[in-house]
């Protein structure tokens, strides 16, 4: 039988699968794996093998040993490129796909998403689907990537977790949807991250803020603060923060919005 060549759909509802699966699940038996197959008319195990070809371009697991399949093609090279220089344009192109592969408006799909839609109209209407489209799929992939369990605390009941990101949205376009720009946080954290009062270090330990410890006297501090100071953040499986990022934080973010 002639194998058939994936087409640049495929290939794309392929990737947005791809970012969404610890390597160590990619295989012919993950249920998002055989819900995809179905989608596209293939084998599970076609996508499987597609999903370790993208892996043999990833500079994440590359710094790990871990490799892929080595006979990946050109088109995969090229996918996983476009992501690379151009995240928000190939994951909403890949959200698109998929619900015209589940034959539903991406409005439908993400109904629950965008409260506020009949509110914009035109271009509006299309760059407020985006952004929260894009938003959702960034949460999706950071709380997967650290098993929706916050890094802190170890909380994983996934309607009080946040993804935080490290650079914040308005500052780095280019890294919105990086999932190296983001951190698995319970609300708290969360917060406390984006207003600068922690941080962390290069080993990803947890540092607390002077302005926060003014506050070392008082009980609510010892019982969230305190005992997780030097703490080291539990590590997601494949995106580790990255370190450039970690650096920003501390120079831009720490201690300067109090």
């Known amino acids: 039988m002639t194998r058939k060549n994936w087409t640049r759909q495929e290939l794309i509802a392929a990737f947005n ?40 371009f990833d500079p994440i697991l590359q710094a790990r040993g871990i490799k892929g399949m080595t006979n990946a093609a050109k088109a995969d090279r090229e996918i996983f490129d476009e992501f690379y220089s151009n995240q928000e344009e190939l994951v909403f192109e890949s959200e698109n796909i998929i619900a015209q592969l589940e034959n539903r408006p991406i409005e439908e799909k993400y109904k629950d998403k965008l409260p506020i839609l009949n509110s914009f109209k035109g271009k509006e209407r299309t760059s407020y689907i985006k952004t929260r489209v ?40 280019r890294n919105r949807l990086n999932p190296s720009n983001g951190i698995c946080f319970s609300a708290l954290y969360d917060k406390a991250f984006d207003k600068g009062l922690i941080t962390l270090d290069k080993a990803y330990k947890v540092i607390i803020s002077s302005n926060l410890k003014d506050f070392s006297t008082r009980e609510f501090f010892n019982s969230h603060f305190g005992q997780i100071e030097n703490q080291r953040i539990t590590l997601p499986e494949k995106y580790l923060p990255k370190q450039e990022f970690i650096r920003w934080h501390q120079e831009n973010i720490f201690e300067q919005q109090n």
Do not use: M
């Open 17 to 56: 699968l791809y970012l969404q699966i610890p390597f160590g699940q990619i295989h012919q038996r993950n249920p998002k794996i055989v819900a995809l197959a179905q989608l596209i008319n293939r084998t599970p195990s076609a996508v499987g093998l597609k999903l370790s070809n993208f892996a043999s």
């Open 134 to 173: 894009n938003q959702h799929f960034f949460r999706e992939v950071v709380l997967t990537n650290y098993n929706s369990t916050c890094a802190i605390t170890g909380i994983s009941i996934p309607s009080l977790l946040i993804a935080s990101h490290i650079k914040p949205w308005a500052q780095d376009e």
